[in-house]
DNA sequence: CAGTGAGCGAGCTTCCGCTTGACTT
């Protein structure tokens, strides 16, 4: 009997599938795409209406063999690829590569792998839509010759082999480094605060007392202006007024508010949450999810996928994960826990596909305690994340009661102020109970705080005051994960692209972390501003959005894909050739001088691809130096420098510390040193894991100094466990 | 696991988006 043929895209969900449909279909997956442009040449026949020379790669020739094979002896080929531009496209090579005949195959489209789900897209196939193909052969040749026509040119321009720009890529390096020079723009703004630690009078207990709080001073009675206060001299000025005062309570406004539980996650937002809780970088995040999706062995059950696709832009659920969720609620909760209308998100991100679910666990009652010993500590920390903010997005609000206290000051001098207290408290949990969304700024929380009952004209004693300084902040600069958000929320890159994007801005050299802070380089700094002088129309962090629009248009059949190609390419030839021609050929300075000949240091690459600086004067003078960053800490053995160092040597070059004075001294350590000498011994003191700092000559290991950690902006906000 | 590095100076990568294993030093 001939079997139908049903082709997805994830071995994962042929799986699924397979079992959904039962014995009577073949199911198989392409692995993503199976046609492409090849990979050495540009592939686009520009002058013959940019029509695209497709390739199969050697690694996917025995796939598209089988694949052809089957469909011989199939009746019906259903194409199930995902229901989305790329995955349209993926079922439009496939035929073309296996060549399947037409007249056999059928498209099918779900968005959820429920039984149901599944029966119904079989229920109602259709035809591909060749207009939406369109639309991705439309983006894929725009790519390909933004790319392979940017990235030699940028290479020519610097004399630095390798370079690459590319639609996405620099985009994203343009965000780290408008970023940096706001940093770098910022000058900080001293301002200074005054707090007055109350307690009603009568009230037993000293400062420690839980009945005392802290105000501050907010404005003069009568002005609607809060006060500033600049410096230390005006700060003393007001505090020295105060002395003596009375306070009384002016006012007590009491305001409930209700809290709504995050949305499921989806790929970004799985990666910040990720890094805020448990600092897991954007490759790693999704390497864990993918093993968590793939399945994992549980006793008696045998292999079981536990989350949904980990590559979405969609929140939206199954209806039957919702209910199960809502019996899971009821059961560990309570029934007040369970809001009567079930919840559902529709936050739109910018050209959103929605072609698979949120991400959440598979089954609601697959609880991570029952998984513990089944997981290894990453997938379980990962699958806990994703089992409880899905849970969490299920259950009820929580209630809080935020409270502003007013309170008069009269100064001896009559003058009246405002002093002003604020503070909440939790009046019932709701999904507050399971999970809470961390945060990326730390703005100090005074509404977390409890304060005491106080009434209108209750008089207060002044327990102490305390003029404190503070000062502006720059905005912080990206980790990975917020910026994945910031491309996300311009609508550049997809989710099975974000962890691709970070990691390439920093192999390229363009970007570096540190400590998880993206910062630019010298090197993308100037290739970032080479791309924004001369290339507008790519540079322009809204080009992927008006693009969207337009393979919108080429989706609708309102356009043909190559006159769309056509109008575009005319304007960024233009850019090209003029920046072929005028563009200079620029070195990349270092700010640095040449103490042979006083001229200026630039930047090169040698052919073993690192780094060094060369005087700008070659080959005159033939001066270079490696480009070594110092450690500010000095050798244990001659006094020379420590510097960061990379070994030559194996493909993953580690990095190690090493003196200036080599070869004359040749002290290294691999660990990172740190400045403060062992109290001990006064040795040499390095890094030991993240958070211990041990000794290299006795045994002695201490915290890590707590000025290391203050810099992180980033502060969790504690979950509580149910 | 331990040792790791000092002299480099224009050639053939490079794009984005969809998916997993395939490799050994």
Redesign the pocket.
Known sequence: MTKELVIV?????ARTIGRILGSGHTVI?????VR??P????GVDIKNDFSPEYVIPQ?KRALVKEIKELAQDASTVYLAT?P????EA?SWHLIEAAGVDPKIVQRVVFHEITESAVKEAFEHPRALDMDLVDAQQA??VL??????????LV??KL??????????????LRIVVDREREVEAFIPVEHWSIGALLQKEGATGGKKANNSFTSHLHSKVGDKQALNIPDEASAKKLNDGLEGATFAVEKVQVRGVKQRPSAPFITSTLQQEAWRKLRYGARKTMSVA?QL??GVTLGDQGSVGLIT?M?TDSTNVAASAVQEARVHIKKAFGADYVPAQTRTYSRKVKGA?E??EAIRPSSALRTPDRLRTFLNAEQHRLYDLIWKRFVASQMADAQVDRTTIDIHATAKSKQAYLFRATGSVLKFPGFRALYLEGQDDSDEDEAAKLLPTVAAGDALKNLGLESKQHFTEPPPRYSEASLVRSLEDKG??????YA??VS?IQD?GYVQADRGRLTPTLLGKVVSDMLSSHFKQISDLNF?AKLEDELDEVAQGDRSWREMLSTFYGLFSTSIQEATENMP?QDIPTGETCELCGKPM?L?????G??????????E????????VKTGVSCPDCGGDL?E???????RR??????????T??????QKPVPEPCPECSGLMVQRGRITAKCTKCAYSEPLGSSEQSQGEEQEAEAVEA
């Open positions: 895209e994830s071995p994962t969900k997956a392409s692995l993503g795409h492409d442009l990979k050495t040449r540009i690694d995902d989305d531009r790329e995955g993926i983006r894929r790519d390909r010759l933004v790319g392979y026509e940017l990235s030699p290479s020519k004399r630095w082999w390798g370079l690459s720009a590319g639609r996405v890529q620099s985009a994203a993918q999706y793939e696709y590559r596909q072609a698979h550049i890159g997809r989710p099975s692209t691709a994007i390439t390229r992927t050929r630039n090169k690459k040698n052919r073993w690192s780094t060094f600086l060369s005087c700008s004067g070659f080959p003078c033939r001066n270079a130096k490696s480009t070594q510097m160092r990379k070994a030559k040597k194996g493909k580690s990095t190690f510390y090493g003196c200036s004075n080599y070869p001294c040749n002290f290294a350590v691999n």
